[in-house]
């Protein structure tokens, strides 16, 4: 952030104008990485400083502010008796847009926890019913256990939403998962739970890095 | 996070201003810093606590497509990671840009943190890295912050 930089004083910065977690710019777009890979670059050729460059240009608008997002799964279609089914059933028809999702990048991030989608899923909506539910794996502590699970999960849903037709902005696809899929529901009650739990490692994941704070601010305006 | 950095401001912990000038672009040996808590898929994910100060090393060799990102914080874009690690951690473009001549070579090593521990308790693992920056003939160092 510019303010962070500005405050710091590095000898050599470069403010770009993407959103957070998205410094050089657009993904998939290698020209567009490469304008800002050497602008940066450039100012070690800076004769004095500290030097804090704007960078001129901003990502794609489709980038930046969505065009509509439809997701053509219809996670409606079959009524499922309880938010864990409903889950499992998401990501089942999920699963053809993930496959070619790794496809297409030759690859998936949800790779954390070792566990299957169906796994992590059933993990934390086991925990959410049981939460004396000990780690699936003996050498992690609860809280982390559940945080790579959940990253999994979320990195599953959106790799695949993203594999769909059409462009979608990152803000776009984030209110998706949160307010219409029974993951981001699952994860307000995982928080619920986690939250009330005598695990301190389980506390701390449910308080700071399970719901970003803007959908905690969402909800709790009732929005 | 922006009050912690004004209060080490206030404390004057940012009036050494340190300037280098150093070869000319073409011939410089770059390496990249990210605290976007990137590391490949069979290294440890990264942790609370005072496991926060962790760096994991990432090998220039490494193919861009087997890291994967344990960062605490969940207040940030993913998707762009998902889709592309370039967007920010651009060892492709990097490699480019070595093989156009723009610059002299990419660094063997890289480094990766995840940035959510007290800033200066990193102090200590920076020493260590800078000494292993210089083991490795660097003399750029491209930080990419998320």
Same mark, same amino acid.
């Given at each position: 952030m510019r303010e962070h930089t500005a405050a710091i004083h590095p000898p050599r910065a470069l403010w770009v104008p993407f959103i957070l977690g998205r410094p050089f710019g657009v993904p998939g777009d290698a020209a567009f990485q490469h304008r800002v890979l050497l602008a940066v670059l450039k100012l070690l050729e800076a004769a004095s400083g500290p030097v804090l460059e704007n960078f001129a240009e901003d990502a794609p608008q489709s980038e930046q502010s969505g065009e509509g997002f439809a997701c053509p799964v219809n996670f409606g279609r079959v009524a499922a008796s309880n938010d864990a089914e409903a889950l499992q059933q998401e990501i089942a028809d999920l699963a053809s847009w993930h496959r070619l999702a790794a496809q297409k990048r #030759? *690859?998936?991030? !949800? !790779?954390?926890? #070792?566990?299957t989608p169906v796994a992590a899923a059933r993990y934390v909506t086991d925990f959410i019913a049981n939460p004396g539910l000990p780690s699936? *794996?003996? !050498?992690? !502590?609860r809280g982390l256990a559940l945080r790579l699970a959940c990253e999994d999960l979320k990195a599953y849903y959106l790799e695949s939403v993203n594999a769909q037709p059409g462009q979608r902005a990152a803000a776009d696809a984030q209110a998706w998962f949160w307010r219409e899929t029974a993951a981001g529901r699952t994860f307000l009650k995982l928080r619920e739970a986690g939250l009330a739990s005598d695990d301190v490692s389980v506390r701390g994941f449910a308080s700071n890095?399970?719901?970003?704070r803007a959908i905690l601010h969402a909800v709790a305006a009732g929005h | 996070m922006l009050d912690k950095v004004r209060a080490i401001e206030k404390e $004057? $912990? =940012?009036?050494?201003r340190p300037w280098v000038n150093g070869p000319p672009l073409h011939r410089r040996r770059v390496a990249i810093i990210t605290t976007a808590g990137l590391h490949e898929r069979d290294d440890r994910p990264f942790a609370p606590g005072a496991a926060a100060t962790d760096y994991r090393v990432i090998p220039g060799a490494t193919d861009a497509g087997a890291l994967v990102m344990s960062h605490l914080s969940i207040n940030y874009d993913r998707t762009g990671f998902q889709q592309d690690?370039?967007?920010? =951690?651009?060892i492709d473009r990097l490699r480019e840009l070595a093989a156009e001549g723009v610059i002299g070579s990419v660094a063997d090593y890289h480094y990766s943190f995840m940035g959510a521990a007290p800033i200066r308790e990193l102090e200590p693992r920076a020493r260590q890295l800078a000494g292993l920056l210089k083991q490795d003939k660097v003399d750029a160092v491209l930080l990419s912050p998320v």
């Amino acid at each position: 952030m510019r303010e962070h930089t500005a405050a710091i004083h590095p000898p050599r910065a470069l403010w770009v104008p993407f959103i957070l977690g998205r410094p050089f710019g657009v993904p998939g777009d290698a020209a567009f990485q490469h304008r800002v890979l050497l602008a940066v670059l450039k100012l070690l050729e800076a004769a004095s400083g500290p030097v804090l460059e704007n960078f001129a240009e901003d990502a794609p608008q489709s980038e930046q502010s969505g065009e509509g997002f439809a997701c053509p799964v219809n996670f409606g279609r079959v009524a499922a008796s309880n938010d864990a089914e409903a889950l499992q059933q998401e990501i089942a028809d999920l699963a053809s847009w993930h496959r070619l999702a790794a496809q297409k990048r #030759g *690859r998936s991030t !949800a !790779a954390l926890s #070792g566990l299957t989608p169906v796994a992590a899923a059933r993990y934390v909506t086991d925990f959410i019913a049981n939460p004396g539910l000990p780690s699936y *794996r003996s !050498a992690l !502590a609860r809280g982390l256990a559940l945080r790579l699970a959940c990253e999994d999960l979320k990195a599953y849903y959106l790799e695949s939403v993203n594999a769909q037709p059409g462009q979608r902005a990152a803000a776009d696809a984030q209110a998706w998962f949160w307010r219409e899929t029974a993951a981001g529901r699952t994860f307000l009650k995982l928080r619920e739970a986690g939250l009330a739990s005598d695990d301190v490692s389980v506390r701390g994941f449910a308080s700071n890095n399970l719901v970003p704070r803007a959908i905690l601010h969402a909800v709790a305006a009732g929005h | 996070m922006l009050d912690k950095v004004r209060a080490i401001e206030k404390e $004057g $912990g =940012f009036e050494s201003r340190p300037w280098v000038n150093g070869p000319p672009l073409h011939r410089r040996r770059v390496a990249i810093i990210t605290t976007a808590g990137l590391h490949e898929r069979d290294d440890r994910p990264f942790a609370p606590g005072a496991a926060a100060t962790d760096y994991r090393v990432i090998p220039g060799a490494t193919d861009a497509g087997a890291l994967v990102m344990s960062h605490l914080s969940i207040n940030y874009d993913r998707t762009g990671f998902q889709q592309d690690v370039n967007v920010v =951690f651009p060892i492709d473009r990097l490699r480019e840009l070595a093989a156009e001549g723009v610059i002299g070579s990419v660094a063997d090593y890289h480094y990766s943190f995840m940035g959510a521990a007290p800033i200066r308790e990193l102090e200590p693992r920076a020493r260590q890295l800078a000494g292993l920056l210089k083991q490795d003939k660097v003399d750029a160092v491209l930080l990419s912050p998320v």
